[in-house]
């Protein structure tokens, strides 16, 4: 382990533009203060990679025109953020001529999908890449400025995918081989390594992405693959909360929590940590953060092996919408077994994941991520049963190591959503989380009784308490 290595993680708000990025060089400058050795890895600026999305789209759409505008507005905005975030001249035109040659290719790019008329996953990867690739040159710049020897690398020479684009799997090996040929030699030399993050390459050298919201799963392949001492994942919170803030502002930080639990928190949507953040940092044991860059006195939340021993049965609510609900139903189910194989063949087939299954002696009812290969799948299900489904769903997960040692909490839980309609409802097989599906609609009614009633006398030793914003009148 290179206990005095630490990987920093900037998402897009804490590189929006120039202040954000100077704050952020600020925040590695600290940390190198303290005799540490840090590898940098950014977002895009915030919003950009949805807005490459669309230009990409218009493009795919042959609406050329379209696509340019959204080019050329991103394109005005890193221009201008370079000229206020570098002051040296000389310094700053070469930035800018590098952001200008990458902003020329991204509109030949996209002239040439309009041509076409047809975007390919392999071709949106491409354009979405330029995000990330043009905001760690610039911070790359920030960090220099500040007296911390930036020094760009181009992630996608490091992080090595296979070749399943807009979803691309990392390869570990080949990823550590990489960091230990390109970044350390960088670090031993006292440098400040700087990626983007979420961007990578399959062993062709062809641009990949690692999903959306997958800077933090760099951040945590960097980690691991260098053996860092410590993560940390910057975002624009305090660290993870007892759920959504945006939902109920009076969440609360919690301290500490294990692994498991933030890798369940994610999976089932707490936006916070990319839900394959914890893997590489699990088999490493590499402690992770989650930390506010707009308040980094804050001590954030840690991650660790272990769970906090804590008299509340759980630590976070998080909540996953835009989901489907399939019930399939067939006429005797006992009789042929293999007919759940014959179920799941199709979503493997389609490489739909599921989340929920429920089951009785006739019907199967499975909750899947809207997926635009819906209608296929029913139309194959359809073959072997009567399928109906229904969108606009959520699924509101509890998660907490204690629920085991807490009894009647189902009962505390159906309780506080008395008033709404529960579609099915599962209680993980690890033990460490409740889930339960309802209608989009009532996600936040539901989040928000459940933490009045789960978090009204929190435990001080998880949960900062003293930071609870006093309820008006109270
Ligand atoms: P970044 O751009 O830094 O990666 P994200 O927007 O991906 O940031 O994630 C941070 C956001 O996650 C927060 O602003 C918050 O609204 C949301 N979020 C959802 N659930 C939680 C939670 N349990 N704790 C903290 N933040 C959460
Ligand atoms: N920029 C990418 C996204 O918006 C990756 C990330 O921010 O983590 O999804
Ligand atoms: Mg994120």
């Known amino acids: 382990m290179r206990e005095s290595l630490v990987v920093m993680k900037f998402g897009g708000t804490s590189v929006e533009d120039a202040k954000a990025m100077q704050r952020t060089a600020g925040i590695v400058a600290g940390r190198r203060e303290r005799g540490l050795s840090a590898v940098v890895v ?14 990409a789209d218009a493009a795919g759409r042959g609406d050329k025109a379209g696509a340019l505008a959204l080019a050329s507005r991103l394109r005005t905005r890193h221009i201008d953020t370079a000229a206020v975030l570098v002051t040296d001249e000389g310094v700053r035109a070469a930035l800018q001529t590098v952001l200008h040659s990458e902003f020329d290719a991204l509109d030949d790019l996209l002239r040439g999908i309009a041509a076409v008329g047809e975007l390919t996953p392999r071709t949106n990867d491409l354009v979405v890449s330029f995000g990330e690739r043009m905001s760690s040159r610039m911070m790359a710049e920030a960090l220099t400025q500040r007296g911390l020897n930036g020094t ?15 979803k691309a799997a990392p ?9 230990t040929e390109l970044v350390l030699p960088l670090i ?15 062993a062709d050298g062809i641009t990949t992405t690692l999903g959306r919201g997958g800077s933090d799963y760099t951040a945590a392949l960097v980690g691991g693959g260098l053996y860092a001492g410590a993560i940390e994942i910057w975002t624009d919170v305090n660290g993870i909360m007892t759920t959504d803030p945006r939902i109920c502002p009076d969440a609360l930080r919690v301290k500490t929590i294990s692994f498991e639990e933030a890798a369940e928190l994610a999976y089932f949507g707490a936006k916070v940590l990319h839900p394959a953040t914890i893997l590489p940092a699990v088999q490493k044991s590499i402690p992770v953060w989650v930390l506010n860059s707009r308040n980094a006195e804050n001590e954030g939340t840690k991650i660790t092996a272990m769970a906090a021993k804590c008299s509340s049965p759980f630590k976070s609510i998080a909540a996953k919408k835009k989901l489907t609900i399939i019930d399939v139903v067939a006429s005797r189910m006992l009789m042929s ?5 014959a179920v ?17 002696e006739v019907s199967i009812s499975l909750t899947v991520d809207s997926n635009q290969r819906l209608p296929e799948i029913c139309a194959e299900l359809g073959k072997i049963a009567d399928v109906k489904y229904e969108g ?6 509890l998660v907490g190591e204690d629920i085991r040692g807490h009894n009647g909490i189902a009962g505390q839980v159906f309780t506080a959503v008395s008033h709404v309609n529960v579609r099915m409802i599962s209680q993980g097989a690890s033990e460490i989380n409740m889930s339960f599906m309802i209608d989009e609609d009532d996600v936040e009614e539901a989040v928000r009784s459940l933490h009045a009633v789960f978090f009204a006398n929190p435990d001080a030793t998880v949960f900062d308490v003293a930071a609870r914003v006093p309820v008006a009148g109270a």
């Open 42 to 55: 950014v977002s895009a600026m915030a919003k950009v990679t949805d807005q490459l999305l669309a230009a």
């Open 152 to 166: 760009h690398v181009d992630a996608r020479t490091c992080i090595i995918t296979d070749s399943h684009y807009g």
């Open 171 to 179: 390869l570990e090996n080949a990823i550590e081989a990489k960091l």
């Open 188 to 202: 031993e030399a006292g440098k400040t390594p700087i990626m983007g993050g979420f961007i990578g390459s399959n």
């Open 337 to 341: 077994h293999g007919y759940l194989k």
């Open 344 to 360: 799941f063949d199709v979503f493997d087939k389609y490489e739909c994941a599921i989340d929920m299954v429920s089951t009785s």
């Open 392 to 397: 606009r769903k959520a699924l509101v997960c």
